[in-house]
Nanobody, 134 residues
């Protein structure tokens, strides 16, 4: 069973930076796509960034050029480096792992493409809050 624990959230002024971490257990590198999602009060959960099992990435237009998703396979940890934070980035941030959705097979190996759709993810962390003040 995949278990995800986020950390690194906090309060920061606009223009500042934060790095979120997601420690994963019960997870084997390259068997899942990974993603970061966020949900602000009264809004739907939205995809922020995702990394596929082929190591390709995808970002929401609102964070392109400011956020970077990466993973340390040795530590089974997913990261989200957030720079140039804006008040509209304030939300609860969740990391997620999933095996549904777009994929391809090459040399008898299954590759999961990145996805920003919550429907493509099966396992979720409890979240870490990010607050950006103007």
């Amino acid at each position: 069973q995949v278990h995800l624990v986020e950390s690194g959230g906090g309060s920061v002024q606009a223009g500042g930076s934060l790095r979120l971490s997601c420690a994963a257990s019960g997870y084997t590198y390259n068997e899942y796509r990974l993603g970061w999602f966020r949900q602000a009060p009264g809004k739907e959960r939205e995809g922020v960034a995702s990394i596929g099992s082929d190591d390709t990435t995808d970002y929401a237009d609102s964070v392109k050029g400011r956020f970077t998703i990466s993973q340390d396979n040795a530590k089974n940890t997913l990261y989200l480096q957030m720079n140039g934070l804006k008040p509209e980035d304030s939300a609860m941030y969740y990391c997620a792992a999933g095996r549904r959705g777009r994929h391809f097979t090459f040399a008898e190996r299954l590759y999961l493409l990145p996805s920003l759709s919550p429907d493509d993810f099966d396992h979720w962390g409890q979240g870490t809050r990010v607050t950006v003040s103007a």
